[in-house]
């Protein structure tokens, strides 16, 4: 594969901002295989918007001919109270479910480095997150504690301020050409690519996937009275929030009943979860294709290969919400499926 298709497969949906196109470029020129990674939090079930989103964009890196990286990120889990703050039972899960979840959706060990965060941080790895703190102001990282799910009023904790440099320090210590999270951690990629240059090291290329707007629809949530966020961060799928998300080992009847009462009024794309979830899981290349079952006097059966036409024919009501939804939770009763094989043959697994 020549390095203008890798680029091409890389930033696919739902992949939604590359810094920069240019860089990405010049590490292909310079990598036979660049490094990749993205961390995650240790915390709830795992569901389409961390799950199958992330499955998707690491078998698009593995396609390009780039090692990918699950960074188990079980220091932040627990500054961040994440599971009571209880660091070991943290890591249990990490290691056990969070792990787990993420083998099943196809990306065993062979193919994908798991590391837990706390088994490789060291001395170098401390002074780094000194030094990241020292070229950057409180202000800064204030700025950045969205990416711990909360506003700047809502970090009290003086571990709000070290979370940011830990995560500038995770890159350094992994030493990455590529970093890779959803679009509400920017934030800490743009100050660690600042920190960068005061500290000499090489410049991460810091991609962003789209973050999958939650089933129940567009909502205003929690705004920060000094910063407005972005309503596509505010309204996005949430662990937290079970009738806004589909966990990966949801059951057959579980996925038709979140689909089948998610926000998808008739005739309106825009920030409609159902079609979120067809641009950017089903319909992301030349390949895939949505099959639409239905009577023949309700249109018959129809086959969509491309969002935009998709989109049109929903638009213009050609499509109903009923069959657009029955079709989308089909799709993805058959994705899930290996998962929730997985999940009831280790019980203990989903159990923890």
């Not at 020129?29 to 795992?46: A, C, D, M, R, T």
């Not at 997150?129 to 970090?155: D, P, W």
């Not at 036409?309 to 050609?318: I, R, V």
Request: proline content about 4%.
């Amino acid at each position: 594969m020549d390095i203008e298709s890798k680029i091409s497969v890389v930033t696919r949906k739902p992949a939604c901002e590359v810094l920069t196109e240019d860089e990405l470029r010049e590490v292909f020129q310079n990598y036979s295989q660049p490094k990749h990674y993205i961390g995650f939090e240790i915390s709830g079930l795992v569901h389409i918007g961390s799950g199958l989103v992330t499955a998707v964009k690491v078998r698009d890196f593995l396609e390009a001919g780039i090692k990918p990286t699950i960074f188990l990120a079980d220091y932040h889990a627990w500054i961040n109270g994440k599971l009571g703050g209880d660091l070991e039972k943290i890591q249990y899960v990490a290691k056990g479910y969070f792990k787990s979840a993420f083998v099943s959706l196809g990306l065993d060990e062979e193919r994908v480095n798991y590391i837990l965060a706390s088994e490789i941080y060291n001395g170098d790895y401390w002074k780094d997150v000194l030094n990241v703190c020292s070229n950057t102001t409180i202000a800064r990282m204030l700025r950045c504690t969205t990416i711990m799910g909360r506003t700047q009023k809502e970090a009290v904790s003086s571990s709000s301020i070290i979370y940011p440099a830990m995560q500038a320090a995770d890159i350094f210590l992994l030493d990455v050409q590529i970093a890779h999270a959803g679009i509400d951690q920017r934030k800490v990629h743009i100050l660690t690519r600042e920190i960068c240059e005061k500290m000499k090291r090489k410049k991460p290329v810091a991609l962003h996937h789209k973050l999958l707007s939650g089933l129940q629809g567009p909502q205003k949530m929690g705004l920060d009275e000094n910063e407005q966020l972005d309503l596509e961060i505010s309204s996005k799928m949430s662990k937290s929030k079970p009738a806004s998300c589909i966990y990966i080992h949801d059951s057959e009847e579980e996925i038709k009943k979140k689909i089948g009462g998610a926000y998808c009024p008739p005739k309106i794309a825009e920030a409609n979860p159902i079609l979120d979830i067809c641009e950017n899981l089903i319909l992301r290349t030349e390949k895939d294709k949505l099959n639409i079952l239905r009577p023949a006097k309700f249109g018959g059966d129809a086959e969509y290969a491309d969002f935009a036409s998709l989109a049109n024919d929903y638009s213009e009501g050609k499509l109903h919400p009923a069959d657009l939804k029955g079709a989308v939770a089909e799709y993805l009763i058959g994705v899930f499926a290996p998962s929730r094989e997985y999940f009831e043959k280790n019980k203990e697994m989903l159990r923890i």
